[in-house]
């Protein structure tokens, strides 16, 4: 099985842009900000390398376990670390930004993407009945997603891995969650996993929207 090398690197253009599209800063912010803080986003993104190479291994081993050897999609996998905390993640190339304050820490904000990463490319190709042509940013996709990492994340073998015991959930999706966590329980298994978390929230954006 062959598992992406992740590397960490800064991008001040991506902080420009992240600036710009969350309305958090302005390019002259992100400029003040790079100048009195350089050092410290580089030794950043330094240990971030070095945590993430110490649990890979036991990282792609488990994710491997629950995507049935499913190949990881090809791409840059390179974490950008950011001055806001915005963390978005490209899924056409495989970067994301991680804010170099994060609370929960660089290895599960990138646990957290490459989760995705695999994810989607996982769920359209096995499961194209229910997702093909479907938003990956919002709606039941969405939905999906990020309630499977809420509760993958969640597992004791991650939490051993990743050290974040706190279940970390979207307010939109805490409804969902005991149920969707009952459902891993009782079969811990991708395929019936994506299936039932579908049914449960396909109706979900229906009601919003009325
Ligand atoms: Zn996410």
Redesign the pocket.
Known sequence: MKYPDVKFALNRGLDYWAAKEFRVGSSDYVDEFYKSHRKKLETFAKLSKSRWDKISPSFFRTTSKIFKNHPWPKGKYIGYISIFNCNP?FLKDKTFQVYFKHKAGSNFVTA??LL?FIFYDYAIRKHADLFRGKNTESGVFWDV??TF?SVILHLPEFVRILGVKKQIIYPEHKIYISRLNRLWKEKPEIDSFIIGAYKLMQGRNILRRR
């Open positions: 993640r957290h993407e995705h997603a990020e990492n």
